[in-house]
């Protein structure tokens, strides 16, 4: 009805599950996994599926969360119960792994909801491998915290590292990109010694009162020129209220940049959606609009790619930038409405009907803008320096 066409030329794959969207963190938890069904539930109203491969989305296996993940770290994930949790009372049980705390609790299903995250995120990798998408949608993944042995940050698995690991395979070179409003400190750390992956983290930056604290300029790789991942990775650290228009422009710089010189047989994406005006975590005033220009322009460097999920936490807001993506994933963002459906599911809970909100209908309170000019041709002058010992 919104004449959504299958894209010419192209192919784009959507990987979800229901089964995942189950899953709750409690009560108090601002991770909401429900939030994937807004998100597909605006999609499916948009007439969008027409125009995609949609799969219903596997449990990765054991063994293949082994290629990142200890088996110590796996055998402990897979086995312990929400009762594991140590209590305030029995201070002698202390967290194992990270896991059981306030950020990363035991709940019912833990293992089954990150082992279908994964999964998500492994079928989006293998599709792109296979040739059979260009574009491959994991919006249930994108969970960048997560180490080898550790939970962090509401992440358990590292989808994204398990999806680049297996594009390694076939392409040469893979540049992962990370709008999440947080710091991608697990994919940095975990390809910190190549130079087949360079990581590129936009984030809110305050070591000592922002998660997780790392990812300053001048955090680049190892430091020995001697180590082949000198230089692959960087970091764009931002203050408080930044806007759109910087936000873009400073994207399609830096970016535009890493593409000259590395140029990267395929792309990881990482579209945390925390990075929108009036996230209950984030700090940022982006809007869907400015969320949305990196995605296009991500497609306009014409290699194939994978999007992930990630962070977001006004859930009505993430699902309207998520669709959103997915409509420019299939070229159709000149043909879908910017009113919400009539008969969208959940049409209430977007309070405002519409997929671009504006800042003050996101926020009560304006957000101060603490980035100025200088200091974002500062980040832009250290990144180009670095490049410089780039050349593939
Ligand atoms: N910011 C923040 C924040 N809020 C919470 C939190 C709040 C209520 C709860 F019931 C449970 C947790 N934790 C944090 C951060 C972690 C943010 C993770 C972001 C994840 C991502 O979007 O990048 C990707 C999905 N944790 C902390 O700040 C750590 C603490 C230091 C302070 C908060 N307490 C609860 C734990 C320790
Ligand atoms: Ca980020
Ligand atoms: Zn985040």
Known sequence: EYNIVRPKGYTVSYHATDEMEKHHFGQTHPMKPWRLTLTKSLVTSYGMPFAMDNYNTRHATYEELNAFHSSDYLDYLATAAPEDQPRDQDSEKE??????????????????????????????????????????????????HAKKSEASGFCYINDIVLAILQ??????????????????????????????VMTVSFHKYHPETF????????????????????????????????????????????????????????????????????????????????????????????????????????????ARAWAYETSIAIGAEASIPSTIPEHAPWRSHFIHDTLFPTLSQSLSEPRNNRNTEKRLREIVAHVNEQLRFVQH
Request: aromatic share 10%; net charge negative.
């Open 167 to 196: 594009l390694l395979r076939l392409y040469p070179r893979v540049l992962y990109i990370d709008i999440d409003v947080h710091h991608g400190d697990g994919v940095e750390e975990a390809f910190y010694s190549t130079d087949r």
């Open 95 to 144: 967290p194992k792994f990270n896991l059981g705390g306030s950020d990363c609790p035991l709940f019912h299903g833990l293992y089954d909801y990150c082992s279908m995250s994964a999964g998500t995120s492994l079928d989006a990798a293998r599709k792109i491998c296979n040739k059979q998408s260009d574009i491959a949608i994991a919006w249930g993944g994108g969970l960048h």
């Open 211 to 318: 998660f997780p604290g790392t990812g300053g300029l001048e955090d680049n790789g190892p430091k020995s020129e001697h180590n082949p991942g000198a230089h692959h990775a960087i970091n764009i650290p931002l203050n408080d209220g930044i806007t759109d228009e910087q936000y873009e422009n400073l994207f399609k710089t830096v970016i535009g940049s890493v593409n000259e010189r590395f140029r990267p047989s395929a792309i990881a994406l990482q579209c945390g959606a925390d990075s929108l005006a009036g996230d209950r975590l984030g700090r940022f005033n982006l809007r869907v609009q400015g969320h949305g220009a990196c995605v296009r322009y991500c497609k306009s460097l014409g290699v194939p790619m994978i999007l992930f999920g990630g962070g977001g936490y006004t859930p009505r807001n993430v």
